[in-house]
């Protein structure tokens, strides 16, 4: 099976800066595209980074200047920096993929459990 483990969320006071993981395990053949969501208590889950495996990046316009997405692929790990945190970045990040397990005939998307994101003085 293929699992992604998110770490690196926390409390953290408006202005400050995080930065989160996103590592994939298991039969992977090839991982594909890499993204990060984030679902805010009450809202709808909302994409806030994509990075392809050559490294082109697209952020949503309410991060845009303030996160960045990176990945490093010998690694099969996902990263988020997000700087200048606001109280409305508040939400749980979750990390998505696009995985071709070992054996399987085509890309199946996965998703992390979640990481908490507060952002609070």
């Known amino acids: 099976q293929v699992q992604l483990v998110e770490s690196g969320g926390g409390l953290v006071q408006p202005g400050g800066s995080l930065r989160l993981s996103c590592a994939a395990s298991?039969?992977?053949?090839?991982?594909?595209?890499m993204c990060w969501y984030r679902q805010a208590p009450g809202k709808q889950r909302e994409l806030v980074a994509y990075?392809?495996?050559?490294?082109?990046?697209n952020y949503a316009d309410f991060v845009k200047g303030r996160f960045t997405i990176s990945r490093d692929n010998a690694k099969n790990t996902v990263y988020l920096q997000m700087s200048s945190l606001k109280p409305e970045d508040t939400a749980v990040y979750y990390c998505n993929a696009g995985i071709w397990r070992l054996g399987a005939p085509y890309e199946s998307a996965y998703w992390g459990q979640g990481t908490q994101v507060t952002v609070s003085s």
């Open positions: 990075i392809t495996v050559g490294g082109i990046t």
């Open positions: 298991g039969r992977i053949f090839r991982i594909n595209g």
